[in-house]
């Protein structure tokens, strides 16, 4: 089956302690992306990769890394998590360009 | 910067109706447009996904219209039922291609 898996599904953090949600996708996609959704902001784009070794910054950058060394995997790394990064996350994955934007279950993130 | 909005942000309705939910975006310069569900604490599951060369897509009960030039689509739920209830969601993919732009949804109520 075709999917996008994410883990952790539910997560309650304290302040300043490094965590890793993953993403792993089964179709071979070359773009892959991160987006956060906050009520009355929507989902908003954290980070993309175009292919392995290939990453930049969406719109919401700041306080997040990825790394992307395998094309299946896109993990997201929060290195010093703050309560401003309480979300919902959510992972997607796609082949370039035109076709269809995959989603995973997404992960709710609670740092407090 | 491309902003997608969508009327009405909320939406309640008795089964059977028939009902438009309608997107707007302000660049036309997109390669394609996607409409997705998202149930309460769930993911993005896809419904529709309209290339920026095509006019509509049908999906059983679902249509989807894009009119690229003014920046609008419509997604059109015939025969509603009770489980359509869910946010839904479109989403306009610029022609880089490196991300996906959300409006914020419209929240669809269909009571028995």
């Known amino acids: 089956e075709a999917q996008v898996t994410q883990n952790p599904r539910y997560l309650i953090t304290v302040t300043g302690k490094k965590l890793t949600v993953t993403c792993s996708q089964n179709m071979n996609h070359e773009y892959m992306s991160w987006y956060r959704q906050d009520p009355g902001l929507g989902l908003r784009q954290i980070y993309y990769s175009m292919n392995v070794e290939v990453t930049d910054k969406g719109d919401v950058p700041e306080g997040y890394k990825v790394s992307r060394k395998e094309k299946r995997n896109f993990p997201l790394i929060l290195e010093s998590p703050s309560p401003n990064q309480t979300s919902l996350y959510f992972c997607?994955?796609?082949?370039?360009?035109?076709?269809?934007?995959?989603f995973g279950q997404g992960t709710r993130l609670t740092v407090v | 910067k491309q902003e997608v909005t969508q009327i009405p942000a909320a939406l309640s309705v008795p089964e059977g109706e028939n009902l438009v939910l309608n997107c707007s975006f302000t660049d036309s310069a997109i390669y394609n447009l996607q409409w997705f569900r998202q149930d309460p604490g769930k993911g993005l599951t896809s419904l529709l996904l309209?290339?920026?060369?095509?006019r509509e897509q049908t999906s059983g009960r679902l249509n989807a219209s894009l009119d690229k030039s003014s920046g609008r689509s419509t997604l059109y739920i015939a025969a509603s039922q009770p489980g359509d209830s869910a946010t839904y969601l479109c989403?306009?993919?610029?022609?880089?291609?490196?991300?996906?732009?959300f409006g914020e949804g419209t929240q669809l109520t269909v009571n028995p």
């Open positions: 997607a994955s796609s082949f370039w360009g035109v076709t269809e934007a995959f």
């Open positions: 989403a306009v993919r610029e022609t880089s291609g490196s991300r996906l732009t």
């Open positions: 309209i290339q920026s060369s095509q």
